[in-house]
């Protein structure tokens, strides 16, 4: 495996319009001043995308986006940024997401535009870029499970990311099985019981699994049974949040396909996330590998942190 290795991402686009408050307002009718909007490119399969593309890495990015002005406006987005992107067409729109983005890195996330939840999609098609792809990242959108038999028939290892799960919803079963390597946040899923989870996945067979804490860093638990504790790296400058998680999966897949020790690759994931929260976009313009490998050697290889 090398920096040319590909990867295919599937699932995770929306048009997004970003909406900065000083606080959250109140459940009460009322009138409330932003102190920034855009609008953007936004969801999971965005973000790793474009941090791997920046990384170097040829990308391949699959969704589903409506005939309509925002999935026009994703088109436009990806081909600026020069990455690969296939879609078929959802009958319900492009979804759609305003997020409202507080001063203390909160976010409330309002789904608008949902998509449908059973599409029709290029199964054939899918199945073609499987094959085709050195390493596959299955998102949670609901199609994407139709994709699991494929991929095991292809002898591709999964990379997933639960985001926010909470250890008891059946949505993401499917997802959780078929993974070989599973991140997720710990928020939703609890401080006392996200290690046990660990622990049973790595006996079911997982390579990797990655618990992330936020501003308290990462836990990993490898195959071997070694836990690894990465700490988050807080001098970066936090402008906006989005993207955080996406960048780490994306450093440590890089880290990966370019054979670094496991160590390293959660350091990676530990920078690109950082860099990610200090752009207002899903990842950091200025982010490249001459860049990580800076960053890596300041932070991590010579003092620490």
Not at 133 to 161: E, M, T
Not at 226 to 247: H, L, Q
Not at 291 to 298: D, I, K, M, P, V
Request: hydrophobic content about 40%; charged content about 20%.
């Amino acid at each position: 495996m090398n920096a040319q290795d590909s990867v295919l991402i599937i699932g995770g686009v929306s048009w997004n319009a970003m909406v900065y408050v000083n606080a959250f307002p109140t459940p009460q009718p009322q009138t409330v001043f932003s102190r920034g909007f855009h609008e953007t490119v936004g969801s999971t399969g965005s973000g790793k995308a474009l941090n791997l593309h920046r990384l170097g890495m040829p990308v391949t990015l699959h969704a589903l986006i409506g005939d309509d002005a925002p999935g026009q406006a994703i088109r436009d987005f990806f081909n600026r940024e020069g990455i690969r992107f296939i879609y078929d067409i959802d009958p319900a729109g492009t979804q759609r997401h305003i997020n409202l983005m507080d001063k203390e890195e909160g976010r409330i996330s309002i789904f608008v535009v949902y998509g449908t939840f059973e599409p029709a999609f290029d199964m054939k098609r899918l199945e073609t870029l499987i094959g085709e792809h050195d390493h596959i990242v299955l998102n949670i959108s609901n199609y994407c499970r139709y994709l699991i038999p494929l991929i095991k028939q292809a002898g591709k290892a999964i990379w997933c990311d639960l985001h926010d799960y909470d250890g008891k919803n059946p949505f993401y079963d499917d997802f959780i099985k078929a993974a070989d390597y599973l991140f997720m946040s710990s928020d939703a899923h609890g401080i006392k019981s996200y290690r046990a989870f660990m622990e049973i996945q790595i006996a079911a067979g997982k390579r990797l699994v990655v618990s992330t804490h936020g501003k308290n860093g990462s836990t990993a638990l490898t195959a071997d049974g070694r836990w690894i504790e990465t700490p988050a790296i807080s001098e970066y400058s936090m402008k906006d949040t989005n993207g955080a998680g996406d960048g780490f999966v994306a450093g440590v897949l890089y880290g990966y396909a370019n054979n670094y020790p496991i160590e390293q690759c959660l350091q990676f994931g530990s920078i690109v996330g950082g860099l990610a929260v200090t752009s207002l976009e899903l990842a950091a313009p200025e982010l490249n590998p001459t860049l990580l490998a800076t960053e890596y050697e300041r932070l991590f290889n010579r003092k620490g942190i």
